[in-house]
């Protein structure tokens, strides 16, 4: 389509009216392109897939009218496209309402000919860009091009109106800087600018594309935050804005450390109405302010006690490696074929001083938003080296046919020097390379392929081996198998639970296994829990299970009762160990 070409949405219920205004469009000498609606649902699927030069809008559609359309297209934002109404009725009080509601221009349909509606298209398409610039200046803020405290209350409003259609939530954040005001008094208001504008652009860069920024006045700004499933997310999204804002800059030579106060409501639950929701947000974050600042704080009771318990967290695991709370589990991985334990994976468990035992899917997340996982993953390598050293020394028969995992996050991989510290950690301990498997997730290997396939292959020539974990649940694919030198690919329990109810399930796994094997990789099947599984993995030729079925996840004193017989006793031959104790 070139650019001489209008694409015009012509709505009209009335075919005959339709078929005289396209014959009118059609002699003009400007190509234009007609997409017809005849119904209110029918245009706004249609504004909602496509953009139009210009919109020509019958004022009786059906039992609604025009006006009304014209008030759904500007709450949804359907469409900045100049609206032309055409009525059969002359009447000056009609036309002015429609003007009044946002449309450009109002043409009787008995005085229509190619050259009115040209010239009305021409017009309209002139005044809706003067008022699409006044808007603009209107209603965003001049230093920073955010949008300014009018335009962010009015899209807050249609937040609700969206979020009470689709039944979904969606949460209004307040972000008030720290002592500003010192800033602007020792440095100048020239340089609070600088700081403003560049927090103004970072916090965009946070933040996802379609969430809306406001800068409400001052040093004062506020965010919407839409298509969110739960609340548990503004936890971390708040965290990143503070630290996004904690990055230090450089202004006339110094550098300014900024902190802020945010302040979270969340609709329906805060508020139902945008002017409350706002207000809420608002008091949480002075609620912030007293407690101390470069926080956040929910209206939210119930969420408040979730991020309380979040900043406590954070403080604990600053202190748990210095105080020894951390631990190894060992969960043995088995032949298919003799049953004999032929691995172990390294499991981290923390035990807390009052919480009891904390779940890793509840404190690794956090260790990562903190930059202590690369700290506690040289923790792992390291316990997990010394205690396999200790059980060398004990039981020599491990150094045949043995090997142990250790689970490797996406951050320790990505150092450069990784592979120096891991192998630097195995000399140490005098442990043969070939005796450690490192795990690493899908999500890990996708995010930096080309980097992640240098180092897993520079170490894999030094004999250790490579395992993607849970596969199947993320976003690899087998292409990623064939690119990255793997050893072992572990299949997730979510498809070993249906491996024996849905022959779907049953066939996904097949092949799996039949892929693996092709590319020379070993399979773990995790999760087993039932006989039933055992047999439907022996028959696929799954090489090696891990799961209830054999034992848990043991400490490292427990796991020595097993490692101590030189044959390896076969769980099959011997008493399920369940929650660490020998069943009975």
């Given at each position: ?33 007609i997409q ?6 029918e245009?706004?699927?249609?504004l909602?897939k ?67 509606l ?16 006044i ?9 920073t091009?955010?949008a300014?405290?009018s ?16 039944n ?14 010192a800033i602007n ?13 560049t ?6 860069e ?7 920024i406001?800068?409400?006045g ?15 997310p503004?936890?971390k ?9 904690k990055?230090?800059l ?17 609709y ?13 947000a608002d ?16 209206y939210?009771?119930?969420l408040?006690v979730?991020a309380?318990?979040?900043a ?7 202190n748990a ?24 994976e390294?499991?981290i ?15 690794i ?7 202590l ?8 390598m ?9 059980w ?22 990505r150092?450069s020097n ?13 442990i ?31 004999g ?5 974990d849970?596969?199947g ?5 087998f292409?990623h ?33 039949v ?25 696929l ?43 009975t």
């Amino acid at each position: 389509m070139t650019d001489l070409t209008k694409k015009i949405l012509l709505v009209d219920d009335d075919e005959t009216d339709r078929m005289a205004i396209k014959r009118a469009l059609a002699k003009s000498v400007t190509t234009i392109k007609i997409q017809e609606a005849s119904s209110f649902s029918e245009v706004i699927t249609l504004l909602k897939k496509t953009s139009f030069a210009c919109i020509l809008l019958d004022y009786r559609l059906g039992e609604t009218d025009g006006i009304d359309l014209i008030k759904v297209i500007h709450t949804e934002v359907l469409s900045d496209a100049p609206i032309i109404m055409l009525s059969g009725i002359d009447d000056e009080a009609t036309m002015l309402n429609c003007l009044k509601e946002g449309a450009q221009d109002f043409l009787l349909k008995s005085e229509l000919t190619t050259n009115s509606l040209m010239r009305a298209i021409r017009y309209a398409e002139e005044r809706k860009n003067i008022t699409l610039q006044i808007r603009y200046l209107a209603q965003h803020d001049s230093l920073t091009d955010l949008a300014n405290r009018s335009l962010f209350i009015e899209s807050v409003k249609r937040a609700v109106i969206r979020s009470k259609r689709t039944n979904s939530l969606f949460a209004v954040i307040f972000i008030d800087l720290d002592n500003f005001k010192a800033i602007n008094d020792t440095l100048g208001h020239e340089a609070g600018d600088i700081l403003l504008k560049t927090l103004s652009a970072r916090l965009k860069e946070a933040l996802r594309e379609e969430d809306i920024i406001g800068r409400l006045g001052g040093d004062e700004f506020a965010v919407i935050l839409e298509g969110i499933a739960t609340e548990s997310p503004l936890i971390k999204i708040a965290q990143n804005l503070l630290d996004t804002i904690k990055e230090p800059l450089l202004i006339e030579g110094k550098a300014i450390h900024s902190t802020a106060s945010l302040g979270i409501a969340t609709y329906p639950e805060c508020a139902t109405e945008a002017t409350a929701l706002i207000k809420c947000a608002d008091l949480a974050m002075y609620q912030a302010k007293k407690h101390g600042r470069n926080g956040y704080y929910f209206y939210s009771e119930d969420l408040q006690v979730l991020a309380d318990n979040y900043a406590n967290l954070k403080t604990d695991i600053h202190n748990a490696l210095a105080r020894g709370e951390f631990e190894l589990h060992y969960q043995p991985q088995v032949n298919i074929i003799n049953h004999t334990i032929t691995g172990l994976e390294a499991l981290i468990r923390w035990h807390h001083p009052t919480r009891g035992l904390v779940p890793p899917n509840q404190f690794i997340p956090v260790a990562e938003s903190l930059g202590l996982i690369n700290e506690i993953g040289d923790w792992v390598m390291a316990e997990a080296c010394r205690q396999l050293k200790a059980w060398i020394l004990l039981y020599p028969h491990l150094l045949h046919n043995f090997r142990i995992a250790i689970n490797i996050s996406a951050h320790q991989i990505r150092q450069s020097n990784f592979k120096d510290k891991f192998c630097r950690v195995l000399d140490k301990n005098e442990i043969p390379y070939g005796l450690i498997e490192l795990e690493l997730t899908e999500s890990v290997l996708i995010d930096d392929i080309d980097r992640c396939t240098k180092t897993i292959g520079d170490m894999n020539n030094l004999g250790i081996q490579f395992a993607i974990d849970d596969f199947g649940t993320g976003f690899a694919s087998f292409r990623h198998l064939q690119q990255l030198p793997l050893n072992v690919l572990k299949i997730d329990k979510s498809f070993i639970d249906q491996i024996c109810l849905s022959n779907k399930s049953y066939e996904i796994v097949k092949a799996m296994i039949v892929i693996a094997h092709t590319l020379e990789m070993e399979v773990v099947a995790e999760g087993v829990e039932t006989i039933e599984q055992v047999n439907a993995l022996q028959t696929l030729a799954c090489n090696y299970l891990q799961g209830y079925h054999f034992w848990r996840p043991l400490p490292a004193q427990d796991m020595e009762t097993l490692l101590a017989d030189s044959k390896y006793r076969s769980p099959f031959q011997i008493p399920i160990i369940l929650d660490n104790k020998i069943a009975t």
